[in-house]
């Protein structure tokens, strides 16, 4: 396995809930999103900000998502992702979101991100050095 | 072709926007749901509080979603949905959402929705005519 | 009265319901930013773009809301917003958000904007001709 | 003093910048309400949902923030909050928001609640029994 996964904790916020008394679905996606930014700053020593003025940035081409099990008001949450491959642009990033309260999945699936040129804003090839720094 | 699409029209906020200026990743999911409680209503004239009333309720059992081109703040949205197969317990509803000022796609994917009794919370086999009241 | 009142119309949307059933307390101010964005471009002919691109930027320094009856999912609502006094650096502006089904007041209250120089980031007094354009 | 202050600490998540590159102003009420909710559970041992099992809810008649200094993407901050003073059917709750980083005052306030009976959706008078829960 030459990509590790990390873990980041989450307390849900009244604010993330909706009619139905659960967690919003769209907020899985906002969850992923701070446990990367998390992951990067303290576990791969490669904060986005680092990223953004090497010139790069990463968009998001397309995201699978499961949704098993709902999450409710006050729970925590462990948020875990990893690199499973990178393809030339491209690096596609698995996740599984844990309520820890009963250690069940509540939600998995993947986001696949282009990294982009910020100042041509087109995509770009990953540079080798990139990957090594993803590759802890 | 068993099953209409529909549209519905949206105008971004400036809460939709996030820091990349763009509209925030996870609030295409909200149009989408914005776009199906508003074609419920509209015109499958079944509206979600009528099928809440009858005892079921629709979860999200997974979702795709492909981004194709950014949204901006003011943009003016259309969101196209239609149910692409019924299966069972299950829906699988096709969208696209289309930048209005370009006629270009933005991003396109699929929900599928497992119908629920809301009284056992299980999941129930969608009745015949439930399907007709979407066969329109 | 030197300065107008202006209307913008929004539709609630799934995503702005939170667990109790009605218009979550904090996306009243986002439809009240909405309102302003909408007015700024359609009344006032003087879009945040083009007061953006003249190095000027609006922060909120305070803003007072008085919630009086809830909103619901589908509900049309009417921003009612308004410029109340310009004083200095500072422009105060009031809102009032109207259920368009019962024509009933739903909050009001008011934003308190300073007027900062995007370049030295620092509070800027107000030049006559802003105020003109804030005077249709 | 008769009544106490709490805090509570809360990371800003990426979903909360808006395309100012800050935390989004109506995020403050958010944060404000997370902390509530914190507080009720972990310092007044009185969490919501038995307050709501009583037959109780609090709804918010107004409130007032003074935006200090912005808070950016990553930052940890500190909310304070404490009851000001109960007066019949309602309570006043400040707040302060601390940014960790600087330990300076990002935006501060109240919230003035109500307490209904839920089943007559009417507001009450606060019983002294609910009070005390409140004073510790």
């Known amino acids: 396995m030459k990509y590790s996964t990390f873990e980041t904790k989450i307390t849900v ?73 990178v393809d030339r642009t491209d690096v596609r990033v698995k996740f599984e979101i844990i309520r820890n309260k009963t250690n069940k999945l509540a939600a998995n699936g993947y986001f696949l991100y282009t990294m982009i040129n910020t100042t041509t804003g087109r995509a770009e090839v990953i540079p080798d050095w990139v990957i090594e720094r993803y590759s802890v």
């Not at 701070?34 to 081409?61: C, H, I, S, T």
Request: glycine share 6%; proline share 4%.
């Open 13 to 85: 916020r009244p604010d993330d809930i909706d009619m139905n008394q659960h967690v919003h679905n769209s907020r899985y996606l906002d969850f992923v999103l701070f446990a990367r930014y998390q992951q990067m700053r303290d576990n791969y020593k490669f904060p986005m900000e680092e990223f953004l003025e090497k010139g790069y940035g990463w968009v998001v081409k397309n995201c699978w998502i499961e949704y098993k099990r709902p999450l409710f008001l006050g729970d925590e949450i462990t948020v875990r992702t990893g690199v499973l491959e």
